[in-house]
């Protein structure tokens, strides 16, 4: 794990519900969820079909408001934001990786690749040198003016996780990353993530039902109905009580 960081969790939520729709048709995504991710480690959220993952991802990372509760990400209490702070913030210290790989049609890998640098006010030769280098780490040097309908879905993902990576960001949110891969590409995919996850102040959270990655967790959060009803991991004695 990696040490020295300055905050002790990079996300700490508290009781956290969310509820879309109002009386008798709401539906109660999140009932009460309480969420340590701490510095260094990949938080895997597992759960069946319609429990909330989704929605805890997208409260946790800024897309979706709460409804009661607290979430402080990166020591930053959300509700102490406004949008457009929000939005900055989203932007400076997040990256997103989905299972439908979202890359813009139509333009080339590297155009995908330096969008965050160029919304982050980054000029598009240091965007371009930097998308560059990550893309070769990624093994797509070659692939760079290539249109994202030309290269396979394994290659596409890893563009979207180099589009993920490439402003270096100190929370990365994965939903379903690896559930459209091979086993192999799908383990190219965890180790990437694993090698940012053990860098200074940074954590990976990863919704999946794909059990075939469940090795690369360092803890396991599971969910039912709204709520997390059990934790596995080697720091298991550490969740919240
Ligand atoms: N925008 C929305 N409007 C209305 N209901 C929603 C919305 N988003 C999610 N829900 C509902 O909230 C509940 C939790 O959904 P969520 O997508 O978080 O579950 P999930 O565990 O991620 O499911 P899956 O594994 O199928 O992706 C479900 O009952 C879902 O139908």
Known sequence: MAMNATYPSVVHCRGLTKAFGVGSTATYALQGVDLDVRVGEILMIMGP??????????????????????????GRDLARMNQIERSRFRCATMGFVFQRFNLL???????????????????????????????????LRDRTSASPNELSGGQQQRVAIARALVHNPKLI???EPTSALDQNTGQVVMETLRDRARQTDRAVIVVTHDTRIVNYADRIVRMEDGVIIGCNGAIEAEMPS
Do not use: F, M, Q, Y
């Not at 909330?52 to 607290?70: E, H, I, N, P, R």
């Not at 160029?118 to 990624?138: F, P, Q, T, W």
């Open 105 to 139: 049609p139509g333009v080339s890998i590297l155009d995908n690749v330096t969008v965050p640098l160029l919304i982050g006010g980054h000029s598009r030769k240091d965007a371009e040198s930097r998308a560059v280098r990550i893309l070769d780490e990624l093994g």
């Open 49 to 74: 079909s319609g429990c909330g993952k989704t929605t805890l991802l997208s409260v946790v990372s800024t897309l979706l408001d709460l409804d009661a509760g607290t979430c402080e990400v990166l």
């Open 173 to 175: 949110v994965c939903d």
